[in-house]
């Protein structure tokens, strides 16, 4: 999750994740997703 927060610091135009979702147990997993939903309705 640090990486996705030191990545935004910069409000960039496109951020692509790169499998944010490998090596997760499921509700690890649900949370990301969640965050990123967020993160998606905030620089919209």
């Known amino acids: 999750m ?3 927060a030191r990545g935004l610091m910069s409000f960039p135009k496109l951020f692509m ?7 997760l147990v499921p509700k690890i997993v649900a949370l990301v997703l969640e965050t ?7 620089m919209d």
């Open 2 to 4: 640090s990486a996705i």
């Open 17 to 23: 994740l790169d499998e944010p979702l490998s090596n």
């Open 36 to 42: 990123v939903r967020k993160l998606k309705k905030i």
